[in-house]
């Protein structure tokens, strides 16, 4: 039996493993120490009643002869594309089909295997820090070359540093597609609108496929920064967005996420659309029909308010992270349409030594910006899912370093 | 943008849909006609009582602070794989690690990815006719060559009929990955011990893979039938077994599966075990809490009476059609160890003629053989999972053609 070499020859997945390493380690040391995690990106809140109701009731429906459901559609059951459309899309003006939203377990998902839509020499452009899956999914399918100096030798790496403010500058070397993340994970900066605009004219131009991840859209508060991609004119024919209840409400354990393919996009004579449905109903069977419906509950009045409840409280923690930095002089990016903040360590002090650094001074763990990619190093990421107290705690403990 | 060629030239899923729009015709003609179908490959009875709980209890657990959890892990909870490993493996005497067991949402995900751990050029073989998730997504990975005459230029076929008992004969030609399903989808029929152990032999002489889908076998009621190819010797050196609770735990609509890859399966120098976690870590984020806590459900005493119960029920209408179809003088196959019965077309008439047959005489829904593969013609497959009542009526119906 022959094996994928390109799946075989993949650099393991460092970066948390070895923040779990060196935390476990600093541990074993001092067991009474008191650690508070700013690392992690995954939610903490419980999920909001009205999906939680929803999401039970669902569960409790498929137990009698009337309520029992067998396969869901492939692509979702309608009612929570329409609750998609009518609440995520129609407001900003968009219009997207039904049969454009495709209902799935995790963006993570969707993001991963897009790829298979793409020919197998298709050139890939990552912006650079970058959220791994974008790269891993495509050098695990033998598109990106060789690795080396924490490189792949046939992709395109766009830096997104405090110097261009984390705005990608387009390359003019030959691109297939472009993975694009805003609110971005790990900088937690936000395109504007016409940040993307520029971004989505180049696509236009080069014939470039925008993969847009947008699974961090629900803390968006800036009337400048678009919550779709669709917003802006011309994407609806190169671009597909990935999006998600995860990170927007509070999914990350429950799983369903959704992505948008218009129909308009198109590359040598066929539609994305038609390639991604022959994709799905050949290796998914759906999502979990309690599931769908914990999801559309988000969509309720109910539901509607308790996830942005959730959501200011992150973005609160996230402020005070933002501002206890700034105060004390520190530059820091990101935390104001995002759960993320970008610090820069202090006099270019390499990523991976603040990290130990926080981790043995101030008994915070965050995350090293060069386990992000080359253009990271330098930079440290900060999470707003931990409570409130325990983040006040952090940024003082951090602040006292000084 | 360059698009995957393979995928593109994909031919569309026909079967159901074919199916689907002659049932529609038909009824567009005799609006009064009731039809019964027996084509469904999709449970029907409600969720077991302690699963439904489960399930339920859980969702509500996620809504409480201390019962809220964020993502799980990637390739399940311990208490899922703990009660898989004591339930499922144990009693028959297979040892299987806590590592060696992945949850995922769908025997089907799981068939479908498991081409990404071969390369690009591996040799696919399969048994004719043939669960079309096998080929399809090997043949959208550009490893199947071209496709003419229904079938593809590099894959290989091994026909499965009445003439050899649907036991395939193993093929000189080279081989690299052979998928095998038994209980077997479309025919109904299972290899038994001795017929399996061939096969095994065969694989590891000849260094092939086999992918082992065993999505049927809690419908196994025959001693000398495995439930699982880790009873043969040697199994855990080349084989992978995929499993589902779809079928057997009526889950079709939950979405929850597992598959078992032990460490011993090593080629070139490298564990497919490695290399599916990670695969499974960087392009999933594990499965629902509630949906694995219903899994888990299924193997307390509760649980595992009420899925059993199911069973039965569901393998008494296979038996109604089986043994009504054989005593008319019809050839019918399987049906005993499987909720599928496959019956031979009288006089060699071809499958979609006798599906019409069934379809405007006997108002019986079924589903020709000829759409699993070409040695399927001939043939038609007949579903036990209806009602007790339907499926007596539409066997007296069939039988009345005579």
Redesign the interface.
Known sequence: ?????A??A?P??YLFQEVNHRVQQYLAENPEAKLLRLGIG????????A???A???A??E????E??????PDYGYDFLIDAIRAHDYAPRGVKIDQDEVFIS??A??DV??LQ???????IIAVTDPVY??YV??NA???RLGQYENERWSRAVYLPCTAENGFVPQMPDAPV??LYLCSPNNPTGTALTRSQLSGIVDWALRR???IVFDAAYKGFIRDQDVPMSIYEIPGAEKCAVECCSF?KTA?F????CAYTVIPKTVQ??G?S?NR?WK??Q???????????QR?AAAVYTDEGWQQVQSNLDYYLGNARVILEGLRQAGYEAFGGVNSPYVWMRTPAGTPSWDFFDTLLRRAQVVCTPGAGFGPAGEGYLRLTAFNTRDNTRQAVERILKLL
Chains 1, 2 share one sequence.
């Open positions: 039996m022959k094996i994928n070499r799946l075989a993949l393991a997945g995954d939610v903490t809140l419980p999920l909001p009643a999906v939680c109701r999401f039970s009731e569960a409790l498929m137990g009698t002869p309520g029992f459901r067998g396969y869901g377990d995790g993570k998902s991963g295997a298979e839509l793409f020919a197998p020499d298709a791994p899956v891993d999914s695990m399918a033998g297939d597609v014939d470039v496929l995860s509070g990350t354990g429950v799983r590359y040598e066929d994305l390639l022959r994709r109903s050949t290796k998914l069977n759906g999502v979990s029909y309690p599931v914990a």
